[in-house]
């Protein structure tokens, strides 16, 4: 019985990649006049690993010859996607097409902490392969078909290459915030801030950005405030000005009282 149910998942996931690959081709069909008639020269995507709408931009692009490029908007990391992935179990219980899909593509599988995964879901990986967009290593931007892929500084290049994005696709551009911290170090600005905070003018001024540790579910509730504790009063033994930056997931609050009782 459990083998039958294993057939008829399987079965399943397979008629689901059949219609993601005939909705990717209906948008397809409808966008390349489109885009043809633009005549772009260069088109910004988010990415190139998305099962949305960005295959299919991406894939016209290469049709046409238009170079594609993602900005840097945000940090990517292959660990931290290892929540959205779906683990392979090289097991005989584990649905058939996973078998078939670590049988035919192994290099799209990452193995990491004793596991393998996979970046999509079964009928997503199917589509995308059919449809000849899929990611070599989809856990960073850049695996797939995008043309220019912008990073941060040389540290994320060297990051990005050795997770199998190619080296001639990367350029480090900095970062926006370091620009903006950049121009807004002057004179004027820092007195504004020691006025506003009665800042001592003889001390320097050590600015923290507290990590999310609970947040983003990294230590417990417990383990997060014993370390913004200790990172806090190493701060307050220095004898300078502290200021904390807070994200807005952060309980404004709750940092208060933890000021109070160091």
Same mark, same amino acid.
């Given at each position: 019985?459990?083998?039958?149910?294993?057939? @008829?998942?399987?079965?399943?996931?397979?008629?689901?990649?059949?219609?993601?690959?005939?909705?990717?081709?209906?948008?397809?069909? /409808?966008?390349?006049?489109?885009?043809?008639?633009?005549?772009?020269?260069?088109?910004?995507?988010?990415?190139?690993?998305?099962?949305? &709408?960005?295959?299919?931009?991406?894939?016209?692009?290469?049709?046409?010859q238009i170079k594609t490029l993602s900005p840097y908007m945000a /940090?990517?990391?292959?660990?931290?996607?290892?929540?959205?992935? /779906?683990?392979?179990?090289?097991?005989?219980?584990? $649905?058939? %097409?996973?078998? /078939?899909?670590?049988?035919?593509? $192994?290099?799209?599988?990452?193995? @990491?902490?004793?596991a393998y995964y996979n970046f999509y879901k079964p009928s997503q990986?199917?589509?995308?392969?059919? @449809?000849?967009?899929l990611s070599t290593f989809p856990w960073y931007i850049g695996g797939?078909?995008?043309?220019?892929?912008?990073?941060?500084?040389?540290?994320?290049?060297?990051?990005?290459?050795?997770?199998?994005?190619?080296?001639?696709?990367?350029?480090?551009?900095?970062?926006?915030?370091?620009?903006?911290?950049?121009? !807004?170090?002057?004179?004027?600005?820092?007195?504004?801030?020691?006025?506003?905070?009665?800042?001592?003018?003889?001390?320097?001024?050590?600015?923290?950005?507290?990590?999310?540790?609970?947040?983003?579910?990294?230590? !417990?509730?417990?383990?997060?405030?014993?370390?913004?504790? @200790?990172?806090?009063?190493?701060?307050?033994? !220095?004898?300078?000005? &502290?200021?904390?930056?807070?994200? $807005?997931?952060?309980?404004?609050?709750? %940092?208060? %009282?933890?000021?109070?009782? %160091?």
């Amino acid at each position: 019985m459990k083998i039958i149910r294993r057939i @008829f998942f399987s079965i399943s996931l397979w008629i689901d990649a059949f219609f993601e690959l005939k909705n990717l081709n209906k948008q397809y069909l /409808y966008l390349y006049p489109k885009i043809k008639e633009e005549k772009f020269h260069l088109i910004f995507l988010n990415g190139d690993r998305h099962t949305n &709408i960005e295959q299919v931009v991406i894939k016209i692009a290469k049709s046409l010859q238009i170079k594609t490029l993602s900005p840097y908007m945000a /940090y990517s990391d292959a660990d931290s996607c290892t929540k959205s992935s /779906y683990i392979y179990k090289k097991k005989w219980y584990s $649905p058939i %097409i996973f078998h /078939y899909l670590f049988f035919k593509c $192994p290099d799209r599988f990452w193995f @990491f902490q004793n596991a393998y995964y996979n970046f999509y879901k079964p009928s997503q990986f199917l589509a995308l392969k059919w @449809f000849s967009t899929l990611s070599t290593f989809p856990w960073y931007i850049g695996g797939g078909l995008l043309d220019v892929v912008c990073v941060d500084h040389r540290d994320t290049a060297e990051r990005y290459k050795r997770n199998k994005v190619n080296k001639d696709k990367l350029v480090i551009v900095g970062d926006v915030m370091n620009d903006t911290l950049f121009y !807004s170090n002057n004179k004027s600005n820092k007195e504004k801030l020691r006025n506003k905070y009665n800042i001592n003018n003889e001390k320097k001024v050590i600015i923290c950005s507290l990590p999310q540790l609970k947040e983003h579910h990294i230590l !417990s509730e417990k383990k997060h405030w014993e370390e913004i504790h @200790f990172l806090v009063d190493k701060l307050v033994q !220095s004898g300078q000005n &502290i200021l904390l930056s807070l994200h $807005p997931k952060m309980n404004k609050k709750r %940092i208060c %009282i933890s000021r109070k009782e %160091i």
